[in-house]
């Protein structure tokens, strides 16, 4: 028996697929997300099906998450990605007791007791400071590629300081720096301190350890060490984590299946 889960993000729809018998991953794929997030999640959901030779109708369970979650016709239900990504990081590191999830366009701090369940969390999703938003401003700034930040940081000699948690004014502040012939490294470096501070600032430093960090902006190099220096405690990397959240709504999916 097949579930999938639909993560549907504001930079990226993921989509997992797992077998409901042995909780494996049965087969995953992602695409960047547009204006139609039906229709690109409708057309991933078949590529894949028929990528790995599988018939719609042996999926027994579809769950949507995510930013887009309610405009998934494919899933049968939804549900936040507070309790999806809690899901997903308590089946890969069923030990973990804090999650630090960052996306394109909000950033979460969640609290896990042991049986992988939410007991508080804290959400920013009003303010571009602190998401990966914030990085694909500097890119631009920077006239590079996202995938380049994590590399530039780990050059840098002198982070600079980025004291504006607004990202229009951190725009502002960056350009002065430039002008003032700052290194780009240092900007960048700067900058990912600076979204680390606001992780912080929004959850306070009550991170319980083993803490998993989850979303796109983990992917980028350097933030998991950020992250690690604001908190004063280690910091690890979830496996594939841009796919956490599409795995928890798949391992969801198949309770609701089991029930």
Known sequence: M????IDAGSRAIKIVLIDAGNMRVVTKGLADQGVEQDKL????FARILKDDGINKEDVAAIVATGYGRN?????ETTITEITCHAAGVHHLVPEAMTVIDIGG???KLLRLDGSGRVRDFA???????GTGRFLEVV??????QLARLGEMAAGSQNPAAISSMCVVFAETEITGLLASGTASEDIVAGVQTAIAERIIAMAGRAAEPPIIFTGGVAMVSGMDAALQAAL??????S???????????AILASDRVRR
């Open 2 to 5: 097949i579930c999938a889960g």
């Open 41 to 44: 999640a409708s057309e991933l």
């Open 71 to 75: 405009a998934i016709s494919l899933a």
């Open 105 to 107: 366009q909000d950033s």
């Open 123 to 129: 959400m920013n999703d009003r303010c571009a400071a």
């Open 139 to 144: 890119a631009q700034r920077l006239d590079t």
């Open 232 to 237: 004063g405690r280690a910091v690890t990397v």
């Open 239 to 249: 496996p594939d984590p841009q796919m956490t959240g599409a795995l928890g709504a």
